[in-house]
């Protein structure tokens, strides 16, 4: 989960890291707090999880509270990548000698921490990495042992030939890396640019990435306001459903609502609907061994869908029961009555006990399983997409 | 043969008095694996379904000598500790059931089962089977029949179509490996692949990977030095497209993680790219693989 | 530098460690606050750093106001090894179902860090430790490294064979290990008797040994009112003047004052005193590259202690300089014009610059050198000593 | 021949820009030391005694990859840091000088020496003297004399009082090691012994301990099986007694520590015991060492 430039940089800042002076603005901003807290030049930045900010104009510089006020009117409530600017940053602008690069991430095929330096700062980070790849250096670090200052000086030292910032420098790697990433289960921390003034450095702009799983373990973010989020655009009704209870659910812009096992699977079925000629209305995963509840909230969510006009399911129980999938489905189908057809398969863990729950509910009232087909282990998965993909041609 | 879990797995179940670990345990008993003993710290002296609890991996060796597997089933925030406990009692080879494994978490772990030649697999797998032989996880027992494919999948459900598709088309398992859908992982493609080409039983692999992360790049360079033919299956081709790590992601690992970078990797190392399950036995016979 | 069991327990407390519930008296108590507070029966502690204080009648079971009166009484104030009590620790008394032994210290021969723990715990454990070697358990960790949660579950079901308090001792021992051991780098950490209450446990004792030169970087300890000190038994005049100045400083029985270089030196001439028929009158430690100041006050130490008949000095140059040496003995004997003869010895680094020094002084004022000898590198050390034992017997 | 130090010691300073170092780096160099390098961090570029000055002990390799031998002055807390960075660049002496290194600090940087196989003398040595060849440290240059006798001592002035003696008497010394009088030491005096036995220089080795710690006893395996007479002085018989480490301390350590626990374990290793400078002359008569 990434933070905002604004939660990253109130770390920083915690940690003994210069960020420039600056005002967060929000909409319910008094605006003569302008005229008062601010120096000029300054500038205005959207807060939002999106990259390349400067290229797209959600940065800009003023000189006056009229033009800072024009800035946050322009910025504030605009759509992004399907998300919207609710809060500005505006920051006192420095006067940067130098642009540095600096971060930590983890490089997944060493399996190890790895610190990116770099002298050639600045927006166009992965265009140095292209032409001039000698320029950036890469100190890779054992897992599990925390940064020694030697070896935070090291890395300083290497792209740092002005000596008398090395100290200042070596100082906010060692807390980049030992006081941020480490302690914060961090995928990435990233300063760029960072920037030198004479012999002090400072922080323009910050990202933090946070692990998800790791989140839960450190009140102290959720003590700051930071709550645990996962990245997302700008949702409809249902997607929001979806977030509120937990599931993963991405509409995409076809007609066959997906409704799987596991993100792996539902991964798969979305090519395998295209490979046969057809489209799948959205991603979803169950997760692991789902309650019923959460099933039912799934299928609800492909029902409420108008673009949705087939619904392919499939169950392949290992950790999630079949027993429990067909109780959920039973129990969604007996209260809502859909109508839409459901070409479903469910082989697997407690199949036969499944089976059982789908046959009795048939029995009891026939009338609402009309367009359901729940084939088994003997019809390969593909001819149930097939199926699918056939029935949504027709309807 | 086979690889990982045989008939000589003489298995562990750590967190086993936890839901789904103790009816696993019941349905990984009925398929004939060896569970020897139990751990959950404070349930000394209870037994889930016959199976004897202790309070530490130590105890459960202590008095089992002969366990040389465990399954871990603990809650994500204690998964790190419970594979540094089985790892210091020297169990070879660890099978991590637990998903969501803090990414720190699960780099130490790996580091420290690799500094002690000790095998983990996971986080997040649904396990691996042996069919006829032993099953470890979570894996529908039905599913898999004995034969002289192997598998190895990130997803538990694409596991269970490959051996789904191979069974309709009259083939069989070596061993079906899910090595796990956590981002970071214990044993990857690569590593599976090696015991699979030293596999006698084993005569051709079918690996299943998808977007996202570089296991599948990674293997490149095994398959390429395989006796055996690989097969592989990637998906993500039209899912929605992933996030990057930042800047920093694009530095250390350029443009890997897509589904076309990974089957152009695998394609150069000389694998079979499958597009869809139904075309395997096809692929299979072309290779003169034969049920 | 040892914690007062109060300090101690106020650690264990802060980490989550059960303590009894507790009032801590000094000399400016309320006598009121007797009646309110405590819940009796309770246990009166003398705050002392000594051990064994059962034994010796330093802890009281009282059962009223009275009682508890008389025992602060009986107790504050007291001298113990040279000691002053000046505060007690009244707790309430536990029901104790069973008392272990806990510690965590460093093996010096195997340089590790090691867990000890036994349940047979009390006052005898070195007692238990002869008789029932195989009942006290030993887990030695590697350094650097946190103790992990496992490893404190194994030695907890080790010696614990209730089931049910097996996650509370383990987090004892994590805590224990992780919070207090390695972050305040401490040298012991003990509780004994560590005692268990059905599922729960209470330390009754707590002894903490803290690094003296690791202190400095744990302003948390300061924070709390723990002091660096040095532990000192009771001191007289010069004995304070000496701590006051940080110059390790001990008197003994004899009549040579001893002015030597360093501790290892300082040791090795009262053995060599003994040997040749003297006794020294003290112990004393430059330190490396003492200042000027500071030997002169060493100096002053000596002549002040009417016990002292002889002064025998030694420098052998090393970081610590002849000439700086030099500089402070004529300056002080200028100055002071001391009576008591000094045999003393200088060789080493800058010798030539530092016998320059005295032959000034001498020759200004040749009346104050009369008694003062200043030996060279080819006059055995041994001889000196010699001189100054036959001198002192003269006297 | 020598131990430790030698003409072919190329040295570092670390923390040179300090005022005893500055110093002593001046004495070293007129002693015929060969320093090639100096580190203070955010020093680069200046010089002192005209050793050039470098920001870190890397910088100072790259530059000097002949460096094989550092000593380390800086102030205690950074003490450790500057071992381990001395250990990363792979210099294989590394003396500390610095006196009260934390204990913590001190295991850490000796554990990580060990792994790699690396010599650290110290906490708190005055340095090292091999007569003639190299002087690294602050021990008086004029008190040694080159001959064939090693020393090892935990305190400086009794380091040079050996010497002293010895050369009153015709003798010399092969090296004199200070091992420094710290509480947690890198090499102890078994380990010292070990190099002396091996040199074929030395032919009598004295070794000066004191009350407190559990070095001297632990030389007593190595001394039993060394070629070379041991003689060995240990001071503290009549020094105030000290504290113990608590009840761990007597569970751990027993009845180690002092004077006579010392005495008595080197005389069953075989040394021959000292109780003053003066006889140490007879004594290695007595054993056929001669000047």
Same mark, same amino acid.
């Given at each position: ?15 003994? !890291? ?16 302008? $005229? ?8 205005? $930045? ?18 006056? $509270? ?48 790895? !610190? ?41 030292? !290497? ?58 373990? =450190? ?117 809502? =009555? ?40 003997? $019809? ?16 | ?6 008939? *000589? ?12 670990? %103790? ?44 366990? *040389?597997?465990? /399954? ?82 990130? %997803? ?10 191979? *069974? ?7 061993? /079906? ?47 390429? *030095? ?8 990637? %998906? ?24 076309? /970078? ?30």
């Amino acid at each position: 989960m990434r933070l905002y430039e604004y939660e990253a940089k109130a770390l920083f800042r915690e940690n003994g !890291i210069n960020i420039p002076e600056s005002l967060l603005i929000d909409k319910n901003v008094q605006w003569d707090i302008l $005229k008062t807290h601010i120096t000029y030049p300054a500038v205005v $930045k959207a807060q939002i999880l999106t990259g390349k900010r400067g290229k797209r104009g959600l940065i800009k510089i003023v000189s006056s $509270k009229e033009e800072t006020a024009q800035a946050i009117n322009t910025l504030m409530d605009t759509r992004i990548d399907g998300m919207i600017i609710e809060k500005v940053l505006i920051e006192r602008k420095e006067n940067i000698t130098e642009e540095y690069y600096l971060s930590i991430t983890i490089d997944r095929m060493r399996h190890k921490p790895v !610190i990116i330096i770099s002298h050639r700062g600045g927006m166009d980070i992965e265009e140095v990495n292209k032409t001039f790849p000698a320029d950036i250096y890469k100190y890779y670090k054992d897992v599990g042992e925390k940064l020694q200052p030697y070896e935070a000086r090291k890395i300083a030292s !290497i792209v740092n030939t002005k000596r008398k910032s090395l100290l200042n420098l070596a100082n906010i790697i060692l807390t980049l890396y030992n006081k941020l990433f480490l302690k914060f289960d961090a995928k990435l921390v990233e300063i760029n640019p960072l920037g030198r003034i004479e012999n002090h450095w400072i922080a323009l702009d910050g990202k933090i990435d946070i692990d998800e799983d790791g989140f839960i373990r =450190h009140p102290e973010l959720k003590e700051q306001g930071i709550q645990l989020r996962h990245e997302v655009g700008e949702l409809n009704e249902r997607e929001k459903k979806a977030k509120a209870s937990g599931i993963p659910y991405v509409e995409l812009d076809g007609n066959i609502g997906v409704f799987p096992g596991g993100a792996g699977f539902g991964i798969a079925s979305i090519d395998l609907i295209a490979h046969y000629g057809g489209k799948a209305a959205n991603f979803m995963d169950s997760g692991g061994a789902p309650t019923q509840e959460r099933l039912k909230t799934m299928l609800g969510l492909l029902m409420d869908n108008p673009n949705v006009k087939v619904i392919f399911g499939a169950r392949f129980g290992g950790i999630s029961r079949c027993d429990d999938w067909a109780k959920a489905v039973c129990e969604y189908v007996l209260t809502n =009555h859909p109508k839409k057809p459901m070409i479903m398969r469910m082989t697997g863990n407690m199949e036969e006990e499944g089976r059982k729950i789908f046959d009795e509910a048939k029995k009891q009232h026939p009338e609402y399983f009309k367009h359901i087909a729940v084939y088994s282990a003997d $019809k390969p998965i593909e001819e149930v997409i097939k199926e699918a993909v056939n029935k949504a041609k027709e309807v | 043969m086979a690889i990982l879990v045989d008939e *000589n797995t003489k298995l562990l179940i750590q967190g086993i008095t936890g839901k789904n670990a %103790s009816f696993h345990a019941k349905l990984m008993k009925q398929y004939g694996t060896k569970i020897l003993a139990g751990v959950t710290p404070g349930k000394r002296g209870e037994t889930i379904e016959d199976i004897p609890v202790f309070d530490t991996v130590f105890d459960a060796k202590a008095n089992y000598p002969e366990i *040389n597997t465990t /399954s871990i089933w603990v809650p994500p925030l204690f998964a790190k500790d419970a594979i540094l406990e089985a790892i210091d009692a020297n169990i070879k080879n660890i099978i991590v059931i637990t998903e969501r494994i803090p990414i720190h978490d699960m780099l130490y772990a790996r580091k420290k089962a690799i500094e002690k030649g000790i095998n983990v697999v996971g986080g997040n797998t649904p396990g691996i089977i042996s069919p006829e032989k032993a099953l470890v996880g979570m894996l529908p027992r039905k599913t898999f029949r004995k034969g002289h494919i192997g598998t190895v999948a990130r %997803s538990g459900a694409i596991t269970y179509y490959l051996a789904n598709t191979l *069974n309709l088309a009259g083939y069989g398992e070596s061993t /079906s490996v899910g090595i796990g859908g956590d981002p970071i992982l214990g044993m990857t493609f690569g590593d599976i692949l090696k015991l699979f080409d030293e596999d006698p039983d084993t005569h051709a692999v079918i690996m299943a990977g998808e977007i996202g992360g570089v296991y599948e790049e990674m293997a490149k360079e095994t398959i390429k *030095n395989m006796k055996k033919p690989v097969l592989a299956f990637i %998906s993500g081709r039209y899912a929605p497209k992933g996030k990057r790590m930042g800047h920093a992601g694009a530095i250390v690992e350029g443009n890997l993680g897509t589904a076309q /970078s990974k089957i152009d990797a695998l394609r150069e190392a000389g694998a079979t790219i499958l597009e869809t399950f139904s075309e395997i036995p096809l692929r299979l016979k072309e290779l003169n693989i034969l049920p």
